[in-house]
């Protein structure tokens, strides 16, 4: 079983930059989409950007569209997300998923999460 692990969470200021990784360790019948989603206390869950496993198209939401990039290292199974220009709006703890293969896209293996806080 895939199992995921994030790091490169912390505080920053507005403005800043953060670098998210999730690395991937453990069995892997193969993967059909990685993302990163987010979420703050009280709301659900959102997407913020993926990439698939199949033909690299990368996903945003509009909301980090031109400020966030979502990388990948597919020999690693590891997934980026570096974020630039950070807003407040952006605080949440940020968690990495996978889809595998034959699961038509639906996310069903999610890290841990890990905290970004954006504050002065």
């Known amino acids: 079983q895939l199992q995921l692990v994030e790091s490169g969470g912390g505080q920053v200021q507005p403005g800043g930059s953060l670098r998210l990784s999730c690395a991937g360790s453990?069995?892997?019948?193969?993967?059909?989409?990685m993302g990163w989603f987010r979420q703050v206390p009280g709301k659900k869950r959102e997407f913020v950007a993926a990439?698939?496993?199949?033909?690299?198209?990368?996903y945003y939401a509009d909301s980090v569209q031109g400020r966030f990039t979502v990388s990948r290292d597919a020999g690693r199974t590891t997934l980026y997300l570096q974020m630039d220009s950070l807003k407040p709006e952006d605080t949440a703890v940020y968690y990495c998923a996978a889809a595998p293969l034959g699961s038509s896209g639906n996310y069903s293996i999610w890290g841990q999460g890990t905290q970004v806080t954006v504050s002065s």
């Open positions: 453990g069995r892997s019948d193969g993967l059909y989409n």
């Open positions: 990439i698939s496993w199949i033909n690299s198209k990368i």
